[in-house]
């Protein structure tokens, strides 16, 4: 139900009902440390060699970091936070009209993650949009603010050509051909989440998103410049803060590439934590494979004699799962392991 939205009520000084995780499962926030060594890649580097193994140690290390001169706009990144967070500010009745908790709509204004499913939910609203191709969604987009369909998809426009980049430079990266995952992806479908995290009245006892890892190829998310949230897991242990920076966008790899790479590229934990100050805003696009792409481990990343990591499967089964369990389950690509 669209009254279910945290963005259309009015918090008090505790948590509602239903968002207080047990105790063995709250953030640790004194816990947490920020790593100003997320990687960061200037993109627009003339030495492109560099560029390619500053990414491929990213990826093996890390599995996050954060680009800079990446091609797209201050004044368009400026822009798709300020209509995103109009977006936010519509009044109630407006955004009932989008409301839907049925994870399969391409279109749906929601909250938390699978409150169908979960028993604790999350701090968070989303818009979800399905992105590609532009022709055959946008006309189903909100026309309310009045120039979000034109914002977003100039943004979407752009960040997909970014994706492919990165794509051909972690291909590269792996030592294989420069097209060779675009290839195995197929027509890549293209998501977009807005995640709205309205301000937490008690934000120890909860999560903006819990740790998860993202079941599609490659992410790039536009962060709130001002106001930090995401967190990594560095070495399956110490949490770390990735601080926003001016202009810059934060890449993660998604399980699919994790696959592809035969496990040398990781797809890692991370979750959103919320405060008490300020609401925060943050923008993901997701890479996503066909549904009938055949995803596995690169013949060419197997050693001789060695057995893949994974075996293969069908995207269409792998997002099937995803979505039939709970977020912070066990890492969904365990369940892929095994023979091709
Ligand atoms: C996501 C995600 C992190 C953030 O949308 O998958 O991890 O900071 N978001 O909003
Ligand atoms: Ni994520």
Known sequence: MANQLLSTVAHRDT?????????????????????????????????????????????????????????????????????????????PEEKAKLYSDEPSKKIRLSTSFNVRKETVHNWRDYLRLHCHP????????????????????????????????????????????????ENVLGEQEQHMAVNYYPRCPEPDLTYGLPKHTDPNALTILLMDPHVSGLQVLKDGAQWIAVDPRP????????????????????SVWHRAVVNAARERLSVASFLCPCNSAVIGPADKLIGDGDEPVYRSYTYDEYYKKFWSRNLDQDHCLELFTGQK
């Open 134 to 181: 532009l022709e055959e969604f946008v006309p189903d987009w909100p026309s309310n603010p009045e120039t979000f369909k034109e914002i977003i998809s100039t943004y979407c426009r752009e960040v997909r050509l970014l994706g492919l980049r990165l794509l051909g430079a972690i291909s590269l990266g792996l030592g294989l051909e420069e097209d060779y995952i």
């Open 247 to 266: 202009n810059a966008l934060v890449v993660n790899l998604g399980d699919q590439l994790q696959a592809v790479s035969n496990g040398a590229y990781k």
């Open 15 to 91: 948590l509602p009902e239903g968002y207080t995780r047990p105790e063995n499962d709250r953030p640790q926030l004194a816990d947490v440390v920020t790593d100003s060594n997320i990687p960061l890649i200037d993109l627009a580097s003339p030495d492109k060699h560099r560029v390619i193994a500053e990414i491929d140690q990213a990826c093996r290390t890390y599995g996050f970091f954060q680009i800079i001169n990446h091609g797209i706009s201050e004044e368009l990144l400026e822009k798709v936070m300020a209509v995103g967070l109009e977006f936010f500010r519509l009044p």
